[in-house]
T-cell receptor
Framework: GENVEQHPSTLSVQEGDSAVIKCTYS??????FPWYKQELGKRPQLIID?????GEKKDQRIAVTLNKTAKHFSLHITETQPEDSAVYFC??????????FGQGTILTVHP | NAGVTQTPKFRILKIGQSMTLQCAQD?????MYWYRQDPGMGLKLIYY???????DKGEVPNGYNVSRSTTEDFPLRLELAAPSQTSVYFC?????????????FGPGTRLTVL
């Protein structure tokens, strides 16, 4: 089955800096890669996603890049703000939309 | 639309007890999923369904059962609860073949087995 590795497990940045979280996947059949933000005690919230036929996607301060050949994808957050502090999860989807999640990255943005 | 709803929000079970976690969606989504999230970890797929009457196992199905008699409801049954099933359970739904593959998550059920 699919395996998704996520790094780093924790990330601490100063407000205004950029943050980058990286994930690798194992199944070349995976074709959809969402990123979720989860605040303490809350459900995962989709923040951005990318399909396998696209190399990059941007939404305001958030961008995702995908390298299908290397089987890795990354989340980029620019101009970080304290409210960006949360746990971020990457995931990869194969058949029937089944998601395999990474282990998560705890992002802390210091004011 | 209420989206995806889950009941109960919290539950404490004793070892060996059984219970059903309820999940319902009012978006007419065919695909529904059950995930569990252990502390400090990512979500893992337990079971999924592609439509009424059709279910299949995910990554961690042992100790659980599901049924899908209607499009709206997708209950998860725990038989003989064990401490290893202490977790937060999330239900999700999705529309296949649309412009997005977004899965909509419910608020979760926090289960403790003692």
């Amino acid at each position: 089955g699919e395996n998704v590795e996520q790094h780093p497990s924790t990330l601490s940045v100063q407000e205004g800096d950029s943050a980058v979280i990286k994930c690798t996947y194992s199944d070349s059949a995976s074709n959809y890669f969402p990123w979720y933000k989860q605040e303490l005690g809350k459900r995962p919230q989709l923040i951005i996603d990318i399909r396998s036929n696209v190399g990059e996607k941007k939404d305001q301060r958030i961008a995702v890049t995908l390298n299908k050949t290397a089987k890795h994808f990354s989340l980029h957050i620019t101009e970080t703000q304290p409210e960006d502090s949360a746990v971020y999860f990457c995931a990869a989807s194969t058949g029937y939309g089944k998601l395999t999640f990474g282990q998560g990255t705890i992002l802390t943005v210091h004011p | 639309n209420a989206g995806v709803t889950q009941t109960p929000k919290f539950r404490i079970l004793k070892i060996g007890q059984s219970m059903t976690l309820q999940c319902a969606q009012d978006m007419n989504h065919n695909y529904m999923y059950w995930y569990r999230q252990d502390p400090g970890m990512g979500l893992k797929l337990i079971y999924y369904s592609v439509g009424a009457g059709i279910t299949d196992k995910g990554e961690v199905p042992n100790g659980y059962n599901v049924s899908r008699s209607t499009t709206e409801d997708f209950p998860l049954r725990l038989e003989l609860a064990a401490p290893s099933q202490t977790s937060v359970y999330f239900c999700a739904s999705r529309v296949p073949g649309g412009s997005t593959d977004t899965q909509y998550f419910g608020p979760g059920t926090r289960l403790t087995v003692l």
